[in-house]
């Protein structure tokens, strides 16, 4: 038995160890497994996991017929990394060639825009960086690639182009390198066009390849949407295209010429000269990058006048056929107040059509204030000037507009041609459009809409319309306004062979300082065809050298609505004015 | 625990059995074997994957380069100079026809330079910018041509 008892002795001994060790082991365990799991779990995970940003892309920018005219491309920033220059060698069937660095900077540089010795001077050294090329387009970068260096590395970026160049970069805007927006639309709809940056994360092996079925989307991509607008870009060309000649024949400040649709209120171009490049702003001088249409305010001159003949209609103050004196130079009841005609001329007797015909200041003047200040002002709110338009541009102006109890006596006469106040092209545009709209004003469109990839509308303008000016006195008014173009000395160069045209010249002094000083802005606003208007076209030329009168906005406003006219299949006009009263002493003209 | 004494009979009744051990050595090996090949496809796969994706990206490349070209030969100046550049110029005369009642609208005229609405097309510097490295015919676009001769209409 004793054998036994120190068998079973030393076999309790090793039974005991063995449970202390298992003991051990388990404790180990428990403390991996359980207690410590998430920590470790997570250290391991973090070891594998990468997290990665998926950029979202910016939406694009269209015109009415879906045009791009803003997109979002890939640029390529080249790299190298010195330290590890060096030839390359291939073995192909065999042989084995080699390629030397100076064979392969001759072939390098070319694309990346260097001299051969400039690229060597960068390759040099035995840093990890160094660049050769910024914002390669993806042609270059195939190229460089096709090359098979193996220390060339890229930098992929999202970058924005504006294929059609300057076309509309008025009011596209731009973006800054970074991808800020930083003027026009592209700034007001960032919220549209930006999309929603996602993120994910996935596993990877110890060779950098991704583990199948191991990535989660924490947050999904929402690309930008697309920003529909309502401008035509190929009559926005050619309106940029005109007045950039304009401005270049004339020597002016700027030019800025405006298409609207009558019966939808859409905006068709928005064109001026000088205009920036979205794809380069820099190249254009820091006043040039907005929209004047928008945040330049100037004083409208005689193309007020067929506002204030349409109050004069609406408010019944005087018919077609009632008349009033229009002397070239008239005194006022009060001290220092005078009035006077851009022309010399006997003292005539002007119905309406006469003084828009005549572009008569005192006679309008005399018609104009037989209403009172109060209603003039109350027409000239619902004309839509004194406030900014709902496309709230940025930097918009409002124009000035006096309330009506501040303006002095000469303002009160002023007013009715067109001085004491300031407008913006799109006020004065939109001023017409009622006219030409039976006399409803319509809110502007200049975004048609913002549409998510999916087709869901982000964003979509509510347009309003306001009664201006009862049905008959705006078709009346309109048929004065063609007077100018039948028989005025300088409107008539804005006449379109088979349409009948309306409108009106403007020539105003621009304030220089207190009084006003010997330069203009001329303008020519009108409407075709005037029985059933389709377009308003509003064409501005400010400051041009030694110009003092309208004649030279005929030309881009004739060349600009013809264009529209055409382009869009307006057939031409099969009827005539209607027989109305403008001449000297109030006689219907007989046309030749 | 303790410990038992056996008898020689029944050592050999409690002996494994040579086919059950021989089942079991197999088995593991098929499992092996069989988690093998399943992680040769699934890394297989995660190569092709990654090849495939290369492959997209190149064909994103390509899709932009051409998207480019597109946009540019499509913009309006560069239909306006090609159009130049053969001999053609806009007709302003705007005439219509309409089938239904056997009616002309306007007056057809030929066009011609001396009848064109506008006609120093000339492009501007502004509308030459394209981003560098494009087809040879926008690069003829950036030779900037001197100012048109013809009068203003």
Known sequence: MGKHGSLNRRFGAFALILVVMVLGLGIRLVDYQVVRAEQIREESF??????????????????????????????????????????????????????????????????????????????????????????????????????????????????????????????????????????????????????????????????????????????????????????????????????????????????????????????????????????????????????????????????????????????????????????????????????KDSFGHEPYNLTLGGVLRFSSNTGMSNFGVKIDKSTRHNYLQKFGFGSVSPLRFEGESSGILHDYQDWDKMTNHATTYGQGISVTGIQMAYAYQAMANDGVRLDPILVENCVSEDGTILYQPKQNSTRVLSKQSANLNINLMEKVVEFGGVGQNAGIDGYRVAGKTGTAQIKDGAGYGSQFAISFYGVAPAENPKFVVGVTIYKAVGVSNSLQATFPFKAIMQQALKSYRVPPSTSKSPDLPSGKFGEVETRN | MAVYMVSQAEVKKLRPRMTAGLIFVAGIAVVLLGQLVLNMVLTQDAYHLRSLKLEKRDLNTQVQILQEEVDSLASPQNLADAANRLGMVANPASVLLDIENDKVFGKPKPASAANASWLPMRLWEPFLTFPRQRSQALKCLRVSKPRNQLPLA
């Open chain 1, 46 to 339: 973090k070891s594998r996991s990468i997290t990665q940003t998926l950029p979202a892309l910016r939406g694009q920018i269209r015109d009415s017929s879906g045009q791009v005219l803003a997109r979002t491309v890939f640029r390529y920033d080249v790299n190298a990394a010195p330290k590890n220059v060096g030839s390359i060698f291939k073995t192909v069937d065999g042989v084995r060639t080699e390629r030397t660095v100076e064979q392969i900077v001759l072939e390098l540089a070319p694309l990346v825009g260097l001299t051969p010795e400039e690229l060597t001077e960068r390759l040099a050294g035995d840093s990890e960086y160094s660049n050769l090329a910024k914002k390669v387009d993806a042609e270059t970068y195939n190229a460089i690639r096709e090359l098979g260096i193996p220390w060339i590395y890229f930098d992929p970026f999202a970058d924005r182009l504006y294929p059609n160049g300057a076309v509309a970069g008025n009011v596209l805007g731009f973006v800054g390198s970074d991808g800020v927006p930083l003027a026009g639309l592209e700034r007001q709809y960032n919220t549209c066009l930006a999309g929603i940056d996602g993120q994910e994360t996935f596993e990877r092996s110890a060779e950098g390849v991704r583990i199948p079925t191991s990535n989660v989307i924490t947050q999904p991509t929402q690309n930008g949407g697309t920003l529909n607008l309502s401008i035509d870009a190929n009559l926005q060309f050619f309106a940029q295209q005109v007045l950039a000649d304009t401005v270049n024949d004339l020597d002016a400040q700027w030019a800025s010429a405006v298409v609207v649709e009558v019966e939808t209120g859409r905006l068709l171009a928005a064109a001026e000269a000088p205009s920036v490049d979205p794809n380069d702003p820099a190249a254009s001088d820091s006043k040039d990058r907005g929209s004047k249409i928008f945040q330049s305010a100037f004083e409208p001159g005689s193309i007020m006048k067929s506002l204030t003949t349409a109050m004069v209609l609406d408010t019944k103050t005087a018919d077609a056929y009632d008349k009033v004196r229009a002397p070239d130079y008239m005194k006022l009841d009060f001290a220092g107040g005078w009035i």
